[in-house]
């Protein structure tokens, strides 16, 4: 398969797996949290399409950014995708709590509750970028061709 094809079946099959291990992780974080009155099914059906909206989202936009950086700098091994990943996701997460979840004067609280998404978000990140690279392969990519004059 040709790079661009390899790279567009990364971007249109990476976000659907990575979240749907971020559903199963939500699931299984509310059902320990409250057994009584949650349902794992719904759980998951509800934080789904959400969680694919925001990994395809980071995917088209910082995830392919770094890919582009990454090949520059001739990173190729899956454990720096595997990172960047989560370290994106995370990140991302973060600035969302900072701006959604409370003012800077309750800034303990919305870091307290953004544990609970954090405990989403990076494996979701970690599975959407580590999904990519098993598809994408960069590892295997020739290197960057000399462009100095001769």
Known sequence: MERSARLLAALLLAPP???VLGALVSATLAAII?????????QFLRWFPWIIGATFAVSLTLGVGF?????????RRF??????GGVIASSILLIAALLTMGQFAALTDALADCLEYLGVALPTGIATAGIAWLIRRPDRDAPNP?????
């Not at 890919?67 to 990173?75: E, G, P, Q, T, Y």
């Open 67 to 75: 890919h582009i950086v990454a090949r520059r700098l001739n990173w």
């Open 146 to 150: 000399d462009t100095s004059p001769p």
């Open 34 to 42: 409250a057994p009584s009155i949650v349902v794992f099914e719904f």
């Open 17 to 19: 797996g990575g979240a």
């Open 79 to 84: 454990v720096t995708y595997w990172i960047a």
